[in-house]
C-alpha cells in the first residue's frame, strides 16, 4: 500500500545507513578485520552497549571525504528509489576527526554525496549535526560551539544522541543554547531508552521542536497531553524500537496510542541495516499498525513541516506532496 507514496524522514543516523557489503569493502580497503562486526550480510550487536560498538566499527572504515560522499550518494539514491523527496541526516564530526578527519573536512564529504545524490534524483537533503552524549558535556559542549562558529548551507540542526542512561539533559542543556541562539533547529533524543522522564527533561531544559524517538512519554498520559498541545513533533522508528527492545512487539507499540492522543508523529528508519529495515519497511509496518494511506501521508506532511530546512524548499516539498496527491491533511 504504501510503496507509491511519497516519503520523507528526519531521523536516520549517516553511518548507521551503510550497507554491510559496502562496510566491508571499506574495510578490506584500510586492512580491518570486519568478521567481529557482519555476519551473514548483518551487523552483530546483542543490546544497546554493543551497539554502538558496531556502530563506532562502521563508522571507523569511513576516512575519506570521498569514503564519505559515496556513503551519503549511496543511502540517498536508496532512499529516492522508493519515492523518497527529503531526507535529514544525523552526522557526527567526532567519527571523522576519530579516524584523522577534521571536522570540516567530514562534512564537506557528506555534501558532495548529498549534491551528487540530488543531482541523479532530485531528493533534497540537509545535515543535522550530533553531540555525542557518551562522550560527555564538554565534547556536546565543544561541539556546539564549533557549530556556532561554522556554516554550511545544507547543515541546518543540532542533537544529541548515544548512551540516554548516561548523566542528565541538564548537564547537556548549555549546548543547546548555543546551537539554538546560532540559529539552528533543535532535537534531541529523549524516551528510547529511558522512560518518561527523560521526555520531560527535554521539553523542560532543551525546548526541542522534535524528539528523537520520544515513545516513551506514553508512560505519562500528562505528558502525551503535552506533546500534543505544544505541538512537538516525535521521530518515531517502529523497527528500531522493536530491534531494541524498547518494547515487545508492534501491537505493544504505542504510535496509534499516541496518535490518538494528538501528538504529531513521523516515520523514519534510525539505523536501517542495523535493524533489518528500511524507510519503506517503516512505512510498512505503520500501515501494518493500522494507519490508512491518508494518516501516513499527514506524517510525511508532518516531517516536511518540521523539517530544519528553509522556507523556500520546504514550501516546494510540500508542492511535490500536493501535487503526487498526498498532501492530505488529515489529523492523526
Same mark, same amino acid.
Given at each position: 500500500?504504501?510503496?507509491?507514496?511519497?516519503?520523507?524522514?528526519?531521523?536516520?543516523?549517516?553511518?548507521?545507513?551503510?550497507?554491510?557489503?559496502?562496510?566491508?569493502?571499506?574495510?578490506?580497503?584500510?586492512?580491518?578485520?570486519?568478521?567481529?562486526?557482519?555476519?551473514?550480510?548483518?551487523?552483530?550487536?546483542?543490546?544497546?552497549?554493543?551497539?554502538?560498538?558496531?556502530?563506532?566499527?562502521?563508522?571507523?572504515?569511513?576516512?575519506?571525504?570521498?569514503?564519505?560522499?559515496?556513503?551519503?550518494?549511496?543511502?540517498?539514491?536508496?532512499?529516492?528509489?522508493?519515492?523518497?523527496?527529503?531526507?535529514?541526516?544525523?552526522?557526527?564530526?567526532?567519527?571523522?576527526?576519530?579516524?584523522?578527519?577534521?571536522?570540516?573536512?567530514?562534512?564537506?564529504?557528506?555534501?558532495?554525496?548529498?549534491?551528487?545524490?540530488?543531482?541523479?534524483?532530485?531528493?533534497?537533503?540537509?545535515?543535522?549535526?550530533?553531540?555525542?552524549?557518551?562522550?560527555?558535556?564538554?565534547?556536546?559542549?565543544?561541539?556546539?560551539?564549533?557549530?556556532?562558529? @561554522?556554516?554550511?548551507?545544507?547543515?541546518? =540542526? $543540532?542533537?544529541? +544522541?548515544?548512551?540516554?542512561? /548516561?548523566? *542528565?539533559? #541538564?548537564?547537556? !542543556?548549555?549546548?543547546?543554547?548555543?546551537?539554538?541562539?546560532?540559529?539552528?533547529?533543535?532535537?534531541?533524543?529523549?524516551?528510547?531508552?529511558?522512560?518518561?522522564?527523560?521526555?520531560?527533561?527535554?521539553?523542560?531544559?532543551?525546548?526541542?521542536?522534535?524528539?528523537?524517538?520520544?515513545?516513551?512519554?506514553?508512560?505519562?498520559?500528562?505528558?502525551?497531553?503535552?506533546?500534543?498541545?505544544?505541538?512537538?513533533?516525535?521521530?518515531?522508528?517502529?523497527?528500531?524500537?522493536?530491534?531494541?527492545?524498547?518494547?515487545?512487539?508492534?501491537?505493544?507499540?504505542?504510535?496509534?496510542?499516541?496518535?490518538?492522543?494528538?501528538?504529531?508523529?513521523?516515520?523514519?528508519?534510525?539505523?536501517?541495516?542495523?535493524?533489518?529495515?528500511?524507510?519503506?519497511?517503516? @512505512?510498512?509496518?505503520?500501515?501494518?499498525? =493500522? $494507519?490508512?494511506? +491518508?494518516?501516513?501521508?499527514? /506524517?510525511? *506532511?508532518? #516531517?516536511?513541516? !518540521?523539517?530544519?530546512?528553509?522556507?523556500?524548499?520546504?514550501?516546494?516539498?510540500?508542492?511535490?506532496?500536493?501535487?503526487?496527491?498526498?498532501?492530505?491533511?488529515?489529523?492523526?
Amino acid at each position: 500500500m504504501t510503496a507509491s507514496l511519497l516519503k520523507a524522514e528526519l531521523h536516520c543516523h549517516v553511518e548507521g545507513a551503510a550497507p554491510p557489503a559496502l562496510v566491508a569493502a571499506q574495510a578490506d580497503k584500510y586492512g580491518i578485520d570486519w568478521h567481529p562486526f557482519i555476519r551473514d550480510n548483518g551487523y552483530v550487536w546483542e543490546d544497546f552497549t554493543s551497539f554502538i560498538a558496531a556502530y563506532d566499527f562502521v563508522a571507523s572504515v569511513f576516512r575519506t571525504e570521498e569514503d564519505y560522499a559515496a556513503l551519503a550518494e549511496a543511502y540517498l539514491c536508496e532512499l529516492a528509489s522508493v519515492n523518497t523527496i527529503y531526507s535529514e541526516l544525523f552526522v557526527s564530526p567526532d567519527h571523522g576527526e576519530a579516524v584523522g578527519l577534521s571536522a570540516e573536512a567530514y562534512i564537506e564529504g557528506l555534501a558532495a554525496g548529498i549534491l551528487a545524490a540530488r543531482d541523479k534524483t532530485g531528493i533534497e537533503c540537509r545535515m543535522v549535526i550530533i553531540g555525542e552524549r557518551h562522550l560527555g558535556p564538554d565534547n556536546v559542549l565543544r561541539r556546539a560551539k564549533w557549530l556556532a562558529g @561554522y556554516s554550511h548551507p545544507l547543515v541546518t =540542526g $543540532f542533537n544529541m +544522541a548515544g548512551e540516554e542512561r /548516561m548523566n *542528565r539533559v #541538564a548537564d547537556y !542543556a548549555p549546548a543547546f543554547d548555543i546551537a539554538r541562539e546560532a540559529g539552528y533547529g533543535i532535537t534531541i533524543h529523549a524516551g528510547e531508552l529511558c522512560g518518561a522522564f527523560s521526555v520531560r527533561d527535554a521539553l523542560d531544559l532543551v525546548r526541542p521542536s522534535r524528539i528523537g524517538h520520544g515513545v516513551r512519554a506514553i508512560e505519562d498520559p500528562d505528558l502525551v497531553k503535552r506533546l500534543a498541545d505544544e505541538g512537538v513533533v516525535l521521530e518515531v522508528c517502529p523497527a528500531s524500537n522493536i530491534a531494541l527492545k524498547v518494547f515487545d512487539d508492534y501491537p505493544s507499540h504505542p504510535m496509534r496510542a499516541l496518535a490518538d492522543a494528538g501528538v504529531r508523529l513521523c516515520i523514519n528508519s534510525d539505523d536501517p541495516p542495523f535493524f533489518h529495515t528500511s524507510l519503506a519497511n517503516d @512505512y510498512a509496518l505503520v500501515a501494518g499498525m =493500522g $494507519f490508512s494511506e +491518508a494518516q501516513i501521508n499527514a /506524517m510525511t *506532511r508532518t #516531517a516536511i513541516e !518540521a523539517a530544519f530546512v528553509d522556507e523556500v524548499t520546504r514550501k516546494a516539498l510540500l508542492q511535490r506532496l500536493q501535487k503526487a496527491g498526498s498532501g492530505d491533511e488529515t489529523a492523526i
